[in-house]
Nanobody
Framework: QVQLVESGGGLVQPGGSLRISCAAS????????MNWYRQAPGKQRDFVAG??????????NYGSSVKGRFTISRDSANNTVYLQMNSLKPEDTAVYYC??????????????WGQGSQVTVST
């Protein structure tokens, strides 16, 4: 079993910054990719950012609406992924979910989701 615990959501004014994090625990052998998604009320869940760790280096990619404003990073030693959000806009308001996939000890793969963090951008 792999569990993800998110933290850091909250209320921020337009133009402000916020960082959310997601820590994974369990018998993790390897994490292949760490992603962030978000879901606004009445809308589908959309991809926000992702970082892969298949090789010794990592590559990142971002949704078009957040590119240049959001930065995804990871702490591999602690199986934690972060999302730094700058220049926040009201349309960034959503519940943010982390998603990690990889393999656990003994071989089976996993694909787990965090509980969600509410981010509200408003005056």
């Amino acid at each position: 079993q792999v569990q993800l615990v998110e933290s850091g959501g909250g209320l921020v004014q337009p133009g402000g910054s916020l960082r959310i994090s997601c820590a994974a625990s369990g018998n993790i052998l390897k994490i292949n990719a760490m992603n962030w998604y978000r879901q606004a009320p009445g809308k589908q869940r959309d991809f926000v950012a992702g970082i892969s760790s298949i090789s010794s280096s990592s590559s990142t990619n971002y949704g078009s609406s957040v590119k240049g404003r959001f930065t995804i990073s990871r702490d591999s030693a602690n199986n934690t992924v972060y999302l730094q959000m700058n220049s926040l806009k009201p349309e960034d308001t959503a519940v943010y979910y982390c998603n990690l996939n990889g393999r656990i000890l003994g071989g089976p793969s996993f694909d787990s989701w965090g509980q969600g963090s509410q981010v509200t951008v408003s005056t």
